[in-house]
Structures are given as structure tokens and as C-alpha cells.
């Protein structure tokens, strides 16, 4: 435990000034994005040892970043600094509404080389609704991905991770690809710092050992810890790997 929070100290010191610029070019000291995987538009699968079987080809090691709820003002922006400043590419899975309601920060996430996926329109607990209310949550959230980039997308995060046979069926159908998580730091939480969510990134990897981490964009106090959560990854010596889709 002790080396746990000598190493969050140390982290959260070194990165507190970290995202307030964005560096033009990154050097061998960040974390960078060691590899790409490449999945197939339409192929479908289901992914995360949560509930489902690994990303085929990631290893031990390796993780993939993941950011739930937003696109946002402020926060979206703040954690995209953040990743710029240490070259790492994510995917973001974002909500039909933020992406009607903040279109030209979707796109920006998207012109800076991350990958996007859909995550409900509203975030409701989807498993409360009917069949026809889940259908129409998803087409409406298709349709504003749609509206923005031109395709569907070709990946989908449950609300809560609370999976529904009705949508898991529909999905399927679609090739549309299901994301879980292989690990968490639960950041939801207004009252989180910055050594609270590090000391959890830190013991979630040492437990894991790798795997797609889910964070949420849209909420501050994980915004304000990027750029230290970060330098956990790097500094703990894992290998960032970006998932995208083609076809």
C-alpha cells in the first residue's frame, strides 16, 4: 500500500501541470500509442471480461482506453488536451443526445484520431423499458451518429453495463460490436480526487493486468485527473493500444 501511494503522490505532483498545454509534438517519455487493433466494420462480437470474452489479440500488458457519456463542453475538451499532450488515442462512447446536442465536439474528438462509438441516447437503465422503447433508444442514437460522420456506428457501451437480450439481439443483427470492460476506477463520483482515482487506476491494473479501462469524459473530477492517470499507465509500464474499425 505504501508503494501504491508513494507512486500516486509522486504521479499526481509530476502531472498537475501536464494538461495546461498541449504538446506539438510528443517525445519518448509519453505514453504514446503503442499499436493498433483493427476490427471489421459489421462483424459484430462482444468484448470485455466483465461479461464477455477479451478483445481478440490484446495482451497481457496492453490496454485499451475507453471514455463513457460524453461528448461535453469543458470536460470533453480537457480530457482530449490531456491525450493529445501524451499522443494516446481513445475510443469514446457517447450518448445520441450529446452528440445532437455538442455535434462539433464529436467531430473534433474524431478529427483528432480517436475512435467513437454510441452509449444510449439518454443513458436511461435500459432494462426498465420495453422492447419498442429500447428499439427507438437505439435507432434514435444511430440516427444522430449518423447525421455526424455519415455511417452507423459500428460499436455500442450499455448504460450501466446493464446488457438487455432485446438490444443484444439487435445489435447482433446489425454487426454492430458490444463493448464491456476489463477494468474500472469508478469515477462517477463528485467527490473523487485525483490520488483516489490514481490509487484505483494503479491497484485495478496490478489486479488485472491490462485490458479496455472505462472512464467517463463527462465528469470533472476525471477530467481534472487525465493527464495523472496518464502518466499511471505509462509510468507502470502498459502499452496503449487503439481500436478501429474498418469496412
Known amino acids: 500500500m505504501r508503494v501504491i501511494r508513494g507512486l500516486v503522490l509522486a504521479l499526481v505532483l509530476a ?4 494538461g495546461t498545454a498541449v504538446a506539438a509534438a510528443c517525445g519518448s517519455d509519453a505514453l504514446g500509442t503503442s499499436r493498433t487493433i483493427t476490427l471489421k466494420r459489421g462483424a459484430g462480437g462482444a468484448f470485455g471480461t466483465v461479461q464477455h470474452a477479451a478483445l481478440p489479440g490484446l495482451e497481457r500488458g496492453e490496454v485499451v482506453l475507453t471514455f463513457d457519456d460524453g461528448p461535453v463542453p469543458v470536460l470533453t475538451p480537457q480530457v482530449l488536451d490531456a491525450l493529445k499532450a501524451e499522443c494516446a ?5 457517447m450518448t445520441g443526445g450529446n452528440l445532437d446536442a455538442h455535434g462539433d465536439l464529436a467531430k473534433r474528438v474524431v478529427a483528432e484520431g480517436h475512435s467513437a462509438g454510441i452509449h444510449s441516447y439518454s443513458h436511461p ?11 427507438d433508444d437505439l435507432a434514435r442514437t444511430q440516427a444522430a451518429y449518423q447525421r455526424l460522420f455519415g455511417v452507423t456506428a459500428a460499436a455500442y457501451r450499455f448504460p450501466f453495463l446493464e446488457e438487455t437480450p ?3 439481439s439487435a445489435l447482433a443483427r446489425d454487426g454492430v460490436a458490444v463493448f464491456s470492460i476489463d477494468l474500472a476506477i469508478t469515477d462517477w463520483q463528485p467527490a473523487d480526487t485525483t490520488p483516489m ?12 493486468g491490462g485490458g479496455i479501462i472505462l472512464m467517463h469524459d463527462a465528469n470533472k473530477p476525471t477530467a481534472d485527473a487525465i493527464a495523472t492517470l496518464l502518466r499511471v499507465i505509462k509510468q507502470k509500464g502498459y502499452r496503449l493500444v487503439h481500436v478501429v474499425w474498418e469496412g
Open 89 to 93: 488515442k481513445a475510443t469514446f462512447f
Open 197 to 208: 482515482l490514481a490509487e484505483r487506476l494503479s491497484k485495478a491494473l496490478d489486479e488485472k
Open 15 to 18: 502531472g498537475m501541470g501536464a
Open 166 to 168: 432485446v438490444l443484444m
Open 125 to 135: 437503465h435500459l432494462g426498465t423499458l420495453g422492447e419498442v422503447a429500447q428499439l
